[in-house]
């Protein structure tokens, strides 16, 4: 079932933006495209590949051509052919070469040598591979060999399951984001922080490189004026009569950074997330030192055509775009972590962000995620059995990626809050994580267990209500109130839908009274809770997913459930 972007697919030219807007640089190819794939019963190469496959879409995909489950015991091949164009790649610089995301063990060899292994099918990994290639030789040979182990073993993994149904999905293997090469200086720079001082009128920044030097910042907004900086260094520049971003008005700074013969381009905004009290005493989240309600939406970031990849960077910015229209300021990014692009047009387009950390474990009781939605009791999470957490290993690599995720989306103006666990699914020692999310990022609040499996602690009181009508009661911790998923109101549209099943929270025949239904539950429900001090809201969701037809979007995106002017103007009552 493709979308608009999948059915007019180049597959020559497949997702060519450059792929990191806050380290942009000149020097760039990109890899995706027609590669050789197999899928073998063991680790040894087969003499002969299966055939094409289109990269950066996962087997599973239809977009990839292949269209085949990659099982936990199977292994899955990759092959190309690079050559690298006249110029492209000086002998002084690094070539390096970045993979956005790979799902979810993969070794890459170049040459036939094995250049590295990396675990973790959600964020990115790059690699130097200049040594690897004869001196004077103008290409290479490309492999990658990768193992899925899904939902089989402690691994973070999403809603992937393998027998998928319900609120799981199609499990997606591989290459899913875009395959890059940049040839960079030796002395470059290798990554930034941005630290927007909203109070002060100033931005930080600390520009990573090998080299202790000097470099010149430019920045946009003051017509080219000059800074000079010492690399790995927190410096800070003045920022006067700036705008603020909100969602209404998404002010980027733009700025460039020379260090020798490395020039890159990056942005920032400035911006403050907090919690406090507004005037009536109602405890609110904040947005540059005022009340400001989220009201957002569930996105999962599931593809009809694509799975867990986009078919466009049209396709993504239509997404964002349409829940503007309708009225929304938030998106709750949901167990997925997207592309640096997608988060990008959310900075540029004025859209709030809610980041999920990926879960992981073992096997989930249904007793452990499900009690609280019936019994409202929630358990400790030091008991690592009842959240299937007993393996050391998983724990400490979910620490691990909880780190990296932070650090390689810090920058993104329009993330406001972390979440790193939901519904139970893998839980534990959440008190520590956000320790551990405070240490790293001081500048953004964080949901400590959306949903429940509460420790009474932090900020916020997070709730998921679809089976009951909502009602709103104060926190007796004081924290602030946030209805983080409700709703999931179902209408499967024909001819638009994955499968003749329907999940959904409560199904309704027609759209007029999916619409009636959906009125009803704003007025009589979400918009008075908002006065006696509900802080913020998720609906779920942005678009159908398989089983789930409880979108504003059919899976396809072809079409709106709800109309928008009428929608329009009742989320728009929540907005302040």
Known sequence: MKTIWGERLDTDRVLQEYPRP????????????????????????????????????????????????LLPSETLWYRREVMLPEGFHQPQNRLLL?????????????NGT???CHRGGYLPFSMEIASYIEPGANGFTLKLLVHDSTDTSYHARGKQKTRRGGIWY???????????????????VDSLKIEPLFDDSAV?????????????????????????LRTNRREIIPMKNTMPWTPATPRLYTFSISLGDDVVTSYFAMRKFSVGVDAEGKRRLFLNNRPYFHNGVLDQGYWSDGLY???????????????????????????????LRWYYHCDRLGMLVWQDMVNGGGRYSLLTISSPLITNIHFKDFRYRWFARQDAAGRQEFSEELTTMIRHLYNCPCIAMWVPF??????????????????????????????????????????????????????KLGRAVILTEFGGYSYPVAGHCYNTKDFGYKKLPTPTKLFEQYRKLYEQRIIPAKARGLAATVYTQLSDVEDEVNGFLTYDRKVLKLPIAETREIVSRLND
């Open 204 to 228: 930080a920044l600390t520009i990573i490189s090998a080299a202790d030097t000097d470099c010149t910042v430019s920045m946009e907004h003051e017509d080219g004026k000059t800074h000079t």
């Open 22 to 69: 806050q380290l942009q640089r000149g020097s760039y190819l990109n890899l995706n495209g027609i590669w050789k794939y197999a899928i073998t019963a063991n680790d040894t190469e087969p003499v002969l590949y299966d055939g094409d496959i289109l990269v950066p879409f996962s087997p599973e995909s239809e977009l990839s051509g292949v269209r085949r489950q």
């Open 98 to 110: 970045h993979f956005g995301a790979v799902d979810q063990e993969t070794r890459v060899f170049i």
């Open 170 to 188: 199609t499990p997606q293997s591989g290459i899913w984001q875009t395959v890059w090469l940049e040839s960079v200086p030796r002395i470059a």
């Open 309 to 339: 990849t986009a078919p466009s960077d049209e396709a993504m910015v239509y997404d964002i775009q349409m829940m503007k229209q309708l009225g929304f300021n938030m998106l709750r990014k949901h167990i997925k972590i997207e592309p």
């Open 114 to 116: 094995e250049a590295t």
């Open 422 to 475: 939901n519904e139970g699914w893998g839980q534990f020692d959440a008190e520590k994580a956000v320790a551990q999310i405070q240490s790293l990022d001081k500048s953004r609040t964080i949901d400590h267990a959306s949903g429940w499996h509460d420790q009474k602690i932090g900020e916020f009181q997070s709730r998921h209500v679809y089976f009951k009508p909502y009602r709103f009661k104060k926190d």
